[in-house]
């Protein structure tokens, strides 16, 4: 594993573990050990996949770079230029990832715990790793550097550590435009108004301009909309698609099927008779 991985993990670690002792001088009961214990789990799944991988992402980059509009080599403007393409990549990706089913059933792990916390940033489905950079090709086809593109993800990846606390209360300023705790937990909130919102990686600026910003008002409720019984990590993994699996089952067209596969999460929970 790189060094830049075990500082990741030694940074993650120290958070987790100061959170955890406030939030238990505190009395509050942000953590749970069968919750914190699949968060690891599958963070370290998800790392595992991604450091493996990595000279796929880079070969899968690489080939897309052959056919790049520009030669673009890493100086300083590209650097800020790639910022934002990341951003706005990441922006839409996420938003898909919530209005597309499917996407949806890779994504929802993420989402599925109803404890909020530090830890809650590692919680994912390492499957999404196998395709998720198809929608960075864009930015190769620019022409940026394989290795800037990878690298750029890192640091957005890294800064939403640090935005799942309810620690962190309010930023003041900084809340106009970075994607704080603040806007991250309505993200993450099932309350109906919060549902869909705040999809930004380090800002929050695509979501202003894009109409999903939602600022933080009511107490959230954390989890999903139809919270899974089962928290072990294959139910966590698995669930929603053996939910669009039955859904499939009983469709009466084609129409339907295809809608429960593509079409926005709360048309095929609607459809299933959920409330």
Same mark, same amino acid.
């Given at each position: 594993?790189?060094?830049?991985?075990?500082?990741?993990?030694?940074?993650?670690?120290?958070?987790?573990?100061?959170?955890?002792?406030?939030?238990?001088?505190?009395?509050?009961?942000?953590?749970?050990?069968?919750?914190?214990?699949?968060? #690891?789990?599958?963070?370290? $799944?998800?790392? +595992? =996949? /991604?450091?493996?991988?990595?000279?796929? !992402?880079?070969? *899968?980059?690489?080939?897309?770079?052959?056919?790049?509009?520009?030669?673009?080599?890493?100086?300083?403007?590209?650097?800020?230029?790639?910022?934002?393409?990341?951003?706005?990549?990441?922006?839409?990706?996420?938003?898909?990832?919530?209005?597309?089913?499917?996407?949806?059933?890779?994504?929802?792990?993420?989402?599925?715990?109803?404890?909020?916390?530090?830890?809650?940033?590692?919680?994912?489905?390492?499957?999404?790793?196998?395709?998720?950079?198809?929608?960075?090709?864009?930015?190769?086809? #620019?022409?940026?550097?394989? $290795?800037?593109? +990878? =690298? /750029?993800?890192?640091?957005?990846?890294? !800064?939403?550590? *640090?935005?799942?606390?309810?620690?962190?209360?309010?930023?003041?300023?900084?809340?106009?435009?970075?994607?704080?705790?603040?806007?991250?937990?309505?993200?993450?909130?099932?309350?109906?108004?919060?549902?869909?919102?705040?999809?930004?990686?380090?800002?929050?600026?695509?979501?202003?301009?894009?109409?999903?910003?939602?600022?933080?008002?009511?107490?959230?409720?954390?989890?999903?909309?139809?919270?899974?019984?089962?928290?072990?990590?294959?139910?966590?993994?698995?669930?929603?698609?053996?939910? #669009?699996?039955?859904?499939?089952?009983?469709?009466?067209?084609?129409?339907?099927?295809?809608?429960?596969?593509?079409?926005?999460?709360?048309?095929?929970?609607?459809?299933?008779?959920?409330?």
């Amino acid at each position: 594993m790189e060094l830049r991985h075990y500082l990741a993990y030694g940074v993650f670690f120290i958070v987790v573990t100061i959170e955890s002792i406030v939030a238990y001088r505190r009395n509050l009961k942000l953590y749970k050990g069968r919750d914190i214990t699949n968060n #690891i789990i599958l963070g370290l $799944l998800t790392t +595992i =996949l /991604m450091v493996i991988g990595k000279g796929t !992402f880079v070969a *899968f980059f690489t080939f897309f770079k052959r056919y790049a509009l520009f030669d673009i080599g890493m100086v300083w403007w590209s650097w800020i230029v790639l910022f934002f393409l990341n951003e706005l990549i990441f922006y839409w990706f996420h938003r898909l990832s919530h209005e597309i089913r499917i996407l949806w059933a890779f994504h929802v792990a993420h989402h599925s715990s109803t404890h909020y916390n530090f830890s809650t940033a590692v919680r994912n489905n390492f499957f999404i790793q196998t395709f998720r950079y198809v929608a960075w090709a864009p930015i190769a086809m #620019i022409g940026f550097d394989p $290795l800037a593109i +990878i =690298l /750029m993800d890192s640091v957005a990846y890294f !800064f939403q550590l *640090f935005v799942h606390t309810q620690m962190i209360r309010n930023l003041g300023f900084l809340e106009w435009f970075l994607n704080t705790p603040s806007h991250h937990r309505v993200h993450h909130g099932s309350n109906p108004e919060y549902i869909d919102k705040n999809y930004g990686a380090i800002l929050i600026l695509w979501d202003r301009l894009f109409g999903t910003f939602r600022k933080e008002e009511e107490t959230v409720r954390f989890g999903i909309t139809r919270n899974i019984d089962s928290q072990s990590v294959p139910n966590i993994l698995f669930h929603e698609f053996i939910a #669009i699996g039955k859904d499939i089952g009983r469709s009466r067209s084609l129409s339907d099927a295809l809608h429960y596969i593509f079409g926005h999460p709360g048309w095929g929970y609607s459809k299933a008779g959920a409330k």
